[in-house]
């Protein structure tokens, strides 16, 4: 089967870190870009941050640039977005996406984030 879990969103005090994963099965990661995405409530669902698995690229949102960081772990076909320096503006359901010409665009089914004290 063919899906994308995320994990790892949880409720942290601002300033605090959180590492979301988003582990893919059924496929492997190899020659997709993978995007996190987010939609906070009465918000348009907004991209954060992608990684090209061809070449290594990585861009970032100017929102989040600076304080979160994707990553890949190929062994695991798992991919990380550590977010550090936590805003409340960050709160937010974010999901997995990995795209791939002609193979395939696979979304997750979410994980919430939420920024409070």
């Known amino acids: 089967q063919v899906q994308l879990v995320e994990s790892g969103g949880g409720l942290v005090q601002p300033g605090g870190s959180l590492r979301l994963s988003c582990a893919a099965s059924g496929f492997t990661l190899d020659y997709y870009v993978i995007g996190w995405f987010r939609q906070a409530p009465g918000k348009e669902r907004e991209g954060v941050s992608c990684?090209?698995?061809?070449?290594?690229?990585?861009y970032y949102a100017d929102s989040v640039k600076g304080r979160f960081t994707i990553s890949r772990d190929n062994a695991k076909n798992t991919v990380y977005l550590q977010m550090n320096s936590l805003k409340p503006e960050d709160t937010a359901v974010y999901y997995c996406n990995a795209v791939r010409w002609l193979r395939g665009n696979f979304w997750g089914q979410g994980t919430q984030v939420t920024v409070s004290s």
């Open positions: 990684l090209n698995s061809i070449d290594g690229s990585t």
